[in-house]
């Protein structure tokens, strides 16, 4: 991933009185309690897994997405998913809005995130990043051998490995154009004919007057104020993940193709408010 993407405009922030900071502690506690309570489940299970199993998780996965879903429930946020998550060996790509991602992503398929190596070294992010098996991945050309072999064995042990093809996030009523780098590890001769890759959109409406962008992650925002902010908002608005039809690797003659082809069919599962489609098109 890249930095974050910005769009030159101040992104929105609400206005925390009394009723927003109860609201943060009534959301917030049950949350964290979900978060690293299941968290601790996790590592004791994995801790048996692990030396049986290996690479293949058929138990911590179901953990994973038990808690992300409870866990937008517990925010306030309605959830729905369209589609169907795909049974072939491969990997899963998407649109990036925010931190929510994680949540909405996991909530109805076990997937494991292709992430920046630095994501590993922040405070709790990083643990909890580690221990749900996030793949990371450095720029540094020398680690390309050691990250290819990586990306085989956990793709072929049927991992869904999930990446972000614009490389960083935005405010969620645009798709930013997919980079291809991450796709030409799917290209491989061990890995072409076995694999597909399943497009998946993300879009978050925003409650009814409310900025459309509530939602999105992008400039200079920092996590915890985020946080915070979508722990107070009230209404809550809805997120919709639609599973596209997978494509077979073998089918594309590159990656930059097959990134198209992905980049396309994401943006075709977009689907903004009137609210968003005003303020984008002003922003043209």
């Not at 925390?16 to 609201?23: D, E, K, N, S, V």
């Not at 390309?144 to 869904?160: N, T, Y």
């Amino acid at each position: 991933m890249s930095s974050t993407w910005d769009s030159g405009e101040e992104p929105p922030y609400l206005r925390m009185g009394p009723r927003a900071w109860l609201r943060i502690v009534l959301r917030g506690v049950p949350l964290a309690l979900l978060v690293f309570g299941g968290l601790a489940l996790l590592l004791l299970v994995r801790l048996i897994e692990h030396p049986i199993y290996g690479y293949h998780r058929p138990w911590t996965p179901h953990i994973t997405r038990v808690v992300c879903r409870a866990s937008i429930f517990l925010l306030g946020i309605k959830f729905r998913s369209e589609g169907q998550p795909m049974s072939e060996r491969g990997a899963v790509v998407s649109n990036h809005c925010s931190w929510l991602d994680i949540f909405s992503l996991n909530a109805r398929k076990r997937v494991y995130f292709v992430s920046k190596s630095e994501v590993a070294n922040w405070p709790g992010i990083g643990w909890l990043a580690r221990s749900t098996g996030t793949v990371f991945i450095d720029r540094d050309p020398k680690q390309a051998r050691a990250q290819k072999d990586v990306f085989e064995k956990r793709l072929l042990a049927g991992h869904k490995l999930l990446f972000f093809p614009e490389g960083t996030s935005s405010d969620g009523i645009r798709i930013l154009p997919f980079k291809s780098t991450l796709f030409a590890a799917l290209f491989t001769s061990e890995l072409k004919d076995e694999l597909y890759v399943q497009p998946v959109t993300i879009s978050y409406q925003a409650p009814e007057g409310a900025d459309p962008r509530l939602y999105g992650w992008w400039g200079d925002m920092e996590f915890a104020p985020h946080l915070l902010q979508t722990l107070a908002a009230s209404p809550q608005g809805q997120i919709t993940v639609r599973y596209h039809g997978p494509l077979k690797v073998s089918e594309f003659d590159s990656r930059k193709e097959l990134a198209a082809a992905c980049e396309k069919i994401v943006r075709s599962g977009l689907k903004l408010s009137p609210a968003a489609q005003a303020m984008l098109s002003t922003q043209r």
